[in-house]
């Protein structure tokens, strides 16, 4: 059976969600995540025109073309936080299987990282996966999930109430089950198929749901080897061409480089870790996405904005690269040749 990745893709899609819980700027959020993907991108006013994810794009693949997509507000039509959010996953699956479809390889820029569920939907949706029993192993996708934290929450585990901390649980099909059933394309992640990498800033509670469930862990803390501990999780999970989907929530990132947001802390990957750890990706996998995710540009100083946003932009275009040099990412006018 051919693969999911192919034929050639000939376009990139930036997708924007600059949103936190559904709003993008609002007096009542305690961080400025929602403004991260402005930053990222390059298209905000406090990042030099240098740098950011477009030009960066536009300078490694001048051939080709390169789709600017934004997630529209939600804020007048949705009631409350979660209605908000899981209208923007909606919105975001649509976005993703829209970019799929059309040749497109998607980079989704978030404020919440539990926009991956969105993305990884929009990815089943344009692929047309096997309903949750059915046989067609093979076309399943696995998640390599970077983040401090292990996202793997679910409502009756969240004594902060923070709705953001569900993303795998969510994605998995375990948590919010009536709402995620309506996000176009969503089937159940096989946590098998996942490999979370750096996490570290988990209750006991939460490292008791992580070592009870069958998802892959490379623990983070001081001295840890994030690049040896990812290729054996991906010998063990995923057949090598395996798809895959890549999340990138920047507080993975140790605080010696930056603090990405409100929640970051030590332990984590330094920026040669993150490009390391890209490379072994795309050497054992063909990623169908990418997801990055949690950022404030404006928690820490500005070299430190700079800084996280030069090692996020590495690790996007380490991939963009490689689907370059496989012929995955083609212009145009050589896949018309």
């Known amino acids: 059976m051919p693969s999911i990745s192919s034929p050639p893709l000939s376009s990139i899609t930036l997708i924007s969600s600059p949103y936190h819980v559904g709003l993008h700027k609002s007096p009542s959020h305690r961080s400025r995540i929602s403004e991260g993907p402005a930053y990222l991108i390059g298209a905000s006013a406090s990042t030099s025109s240098s740098e950011g994810?477009?030009?960066?794009?536009?300078?490694?693949?001048?051939?080709?073309?390169?789709?600017?997509?934004?997630?529209?507000?939600?804020?007048?039509?949705?009631?409350?936080?979660?209605?908000?959010?899981?209208?923007?996953?909606?919105?975001?699956?649509?976005?993703?299987?829209?970019?799929?479809?059309?040749?497109?390889?998607?980079?989704?820029?978030?404020?919440?990282?539990?926009?991956?569920?969105g993305v990884m939907?929009?990815?089943?949706?344009?692929?047309?996966?096997?309903?949750?029993?059915?046989?067609e192993k093979e076309k399943e996708i696995g998640c390599i999930w970077f983040d401090a934290h292990d996202d793997y929450n679910v409502p009756d585990t969240v004594v902060s109430g923070y709705f953001d901390s569900q993303g795998i649980a969510m994605m998995a099909g375990e948590s919010w089950k009536a709402l995620v059933a309506t996000i176009p394309g969503f089937k159940p992640v096989d946590l098998k198929k996942v490999v979370h990498v750096g996490m570290r800033d988990v209750n006991e509670l939460e490292r008791g749901r992580?070592?009870?469930?069958?998802?892959?862990?490379?623990?983070?803390?001081?001295?840890?080897?994030?690049?040896?501990?990812?290729?054996k999780e991906l010998d063990r999970r995923l057949e090598l061409g395996s798809e895959v989907l890549?999340?990138?929530?920047?507080?993975?990132?140790?605080?010696?480089?930056?603090?990405?947001?409100?929640?970051?802390?030590g332990g984590g990957l330094s920026e040669e870790d993150l490009r390391g750890c890209m490379r072994k990706i795309v050497e054992r996998t063909v990623p169908l996405a990418f997801t990055v995710a949690s950022f404030d540009p404006f928690c820490d100083s500005e070299e430190s904005a700079r800084r996280i946003t030069a090692a996020a932009v590495d690790a996007v275009k380490i991939v963009v690269q490689r689907l370059q040099a496989k012929g995955l990412l083609v212009s145009s006018g050589a896949q018309r040749r």
């Open 53 to 117: 994810l477009l030009p960066a794009l536009r300078s490694l693949a001048p051939t080709i073309p390169i789709h600017m997509v934004e997630i529209p507000p939600v804020e007048d039509d949705f009631e409350g936080e979660i209605g908000r959010s899981f209208e923007i996953l909606r919105r975001t699956s649509a976005a993703v299987s829209d970019a799929r479809t059309g040749g497109s390889f998607p980079v989704v820029v978030a404020g919440n990282c539990c926009s991956s569920v």
């Open 121 to 135: 939907s929009g990815l089943s949706a344009a692929f047309a996966l096997p309903a949750e029993g059915e046989s």
């Open 210 to 231: 992580v070592k009870g469930s069958e998802m892959g862990v490379v623990w983070g803390g001081e001295g840890v080897d994030f690049v040896g501990g990812l290729e």
């Open 246 to 265: 890549v999340h990138l929530d920047l507080d993975v990132l140790d605080v010696s480089v930056g603090k990405a947001n409100a929640f970051a802390c």
